[in-house]
């Protein structure tokens, strides 16, 4: 989708192209195409739509891409899996390690950050101003508190959730 996006003709629409859209625009079609459920924007009139709202638009996909919103009207099949189980189970997982994540100390959570972004304990040590030792110990609480097995584990979970774990900085 992302491909068909780029190469469309964005300058015979009321948009025009993609260089002069607003950041505004241009983020919110960012998210929408990386969002895993259907999602359809209308931007002054004109539709922009991601991968999975694909199956929504059915045969009228990619024709409904860039045409005018008001010819257009919404129409979702009954027959459209949208996997509400899913996004439940993705949901609680987030609440999960949201709680995980507010079980640290604040320095924790500092010590958390920089080793998740490739600080080595000495380097993390320097920068709060405390011993390497003492970040290991500080890594040890946190890890038996999030419960990776690793800092692999423990640096995807904060690349996956960078906007969250920001917040604890």
Not at 79 to 98: G, H, M
Not at 128 to 138: A, D, K, N, P, Y
């Amino acid at each position: 989708m992302a491909q068909l996006i780029a190469d469309f003709n964005w300058a015979s629409t009321r948009l025009g192209p993609i260089w002069t859209w607003p950041p505004s625009l241009r983020s919110a079609v960012f998210q929408t195409l990386r969002a895993t459920v259907p999602v359809q924007i209308v931007w002054d009139g004109v539709v922009l739509y991601n991968d999975a709202y694909s199956v929504v638009a059915g045969d009228r996909h990619p024709g409904l891409l860039g045409t005018d919103a008001a010819p257009n009207p919404v129409r979702v099949s009954a027959n459209v899996p949208l996997e509400p189980a899913k996004r439940r189970k993705n949901t609680v997982a987030r609440a999960e390690q949201l709680r995980k994540f507010e079980s640290l100390s604040p320095r924790e959570r500092q010590v958390l950050m920089l080793v998740a972004h490739g600080c080595t304990c000495r380097q993390a040590g320097t920068e709060l101003g405390i011993s390497h030792r003492t970040v290991e110990v500080h890594r040890a609480h946190m890890l038996k508190k999030l419960g990776p097995e690793g800092l692999s584990a423990l640096t995807r979970l904060i690349m996956i959730n960078r906007q969250m774990f920001s917040a604890g900085k």
